[in-house]
């Protein structure tokens, strides 16, 4: 794997980037080491894709510096295009080739011998589930399809830097399930990559490290296991068959699991933030005992708005929200 420094494989200081009156970055700060996945996660419109367009040299940053494998992304940009492998709309196959034909051309770039590179083509079709669509034009993928040929081919130039823009935004499950897999291929051949998602999960399931941005900043950082375990890893819902009951119930959960639940007296539901499955039995044995009922009663993971809820106090903004405020503004101007 192509290594120019002993340094960080990306390095990001100070990033700032205005469009207009939007300031889509306002100081973006991160480091990747080499051979890890960073997850860059935020919600629609908090500045992922303008972070990667900035270090794959497609646009230049208002302010700050950017480096990728050592090298400056605008002084230095020829060498940063051959070091990355860019997945998402930008995508660097032909697409007048298939998709076998693709992978076996980089393969013959790379110095493979005929054989090797289609062999090994074909072992990464197989993996991307392009097998039916191996031998037919790119140009006739959909655009799942496209975005799984690009991350092969990544895999099959050994890029040391990918970055890969929401790889499995509307994805069904399946196809993220192999989506993951390429990804952790990936990661296990060497490469760095730097992953932006709005999934939570995927950033658990596939980060080394995660940073957390909203509105262009920064606003959380750490492992997976940090963050969740400052937010909490899972979310426990419980509503009571009768209300009255709400604060006898209240007490009881608090004092199995240490924290605060959220309570709705008016609809009897109760929420906490548990960071071990396992206190689940002992919760029903303790509101049991008490002959308190429950009616509805479940654990699921944080989403991204618990996430953003628990950091930042707000709940995140989508971009069509940002939009129907700036109306609003306007309208009052
Ligand atoms: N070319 C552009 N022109 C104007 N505004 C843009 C442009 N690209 C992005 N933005 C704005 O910058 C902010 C960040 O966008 P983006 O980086 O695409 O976020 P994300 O990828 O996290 O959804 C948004 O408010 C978006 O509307
Ligand atoms: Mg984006």
């Not at 894709?49 to 040299?57: D, K, S």
């Not at 083509?121 to 191996?134: F, H, K, Q, Y």
């Not at 992953?195 to 909203?214: F, G, K, R």
């Not at 708005?305 to 628990?310: E, P, R």
């Amino acid at each position: 794997m192509a290594q120019h420094n002993n340094g960080p494989a990306i390095e990001v200081s100070g990033l700032v980037k205005r469009f207009g009156d939007t300031t889509a970055l306002d100081g973006i700060d991160l480091t990747v080491e080499p051979g890890s996945v960073l997850g860059l996660l935020g919600p629609n419109g908090s500045g992922k894709t303008t972070t990667v367009r900035i270090l794959a040299t497609l646009m230049k940053a208002d302010e700050g510096t950017a480096r990728v494998c050592g090298y400056d992304v605008v002084r230095d940009a020829y060498q940063v295009r051959q070091l990355i492998g860019l997945t998402g709309q930008y995508a660097s196959v032909d697409k007048d080739l298939s998709g076998h034909q693709n992978l076996t051309m980089i393969g013959r770039l790379l110095g493979m011998s005929s054989k090797q590179a289609k062999a090994r083509a074909s072992e990464l079709i197989e993996e991307a589930g392009l097998a039916d669509a191996a031998t037919k034009p790119a140009k006739s993928y959909s655009g799942g399809m496209r975005r799984r040929l690009d991350l092969a081919a990544s895999i099959m130039g050994e890029a040391a830097v990918v970055f890969l823009d929401e790889p499995t935004t509307g994805l069904d499950p399946a196809r993220r399930g192999e989506t993951w897999a390429m990804i952790r291929r990936l990661a296990a051949q060497g490469s760095t990559v730097l992953l932006t998602t709005q999934y939570l999960e995927e950033a658990d399931h596939l980060a080394n490290d995660i940073v957390v941005i909203d509105a262009g900043k920064v606003v959380a950082r750490g492992t997976p296991d940090t963050l969740k375990r400052r937010m909490g890893s899972q979310t426990l819902d419980l509503r009571l068959s009768d209300p009255s009951q709400l604060e006898e119930a209240t007490n009881r959960i608090q004092s199995i699991i240490d924290a605060a639940p959220v309570v709705d007296a008016r609809t009897g539901q109760l929420s906490a933030a548990v960071t071990d499955g396992e206190v689940m039995p002992a919760i029903v044995r303790s509101l049991d005992e008490a002959a308190i009922g429950v009616s509805e009663l479940s654990l699921r993971l944080p989403s991204l708005d618990d996430v953003f809820l628990t950091l930042t106090g707000h709940r995140a903004t989508t971009a069509d929200e940002k939009a129907d405020e700036q109306n609003e503004k306007e309208a009052a101007a």
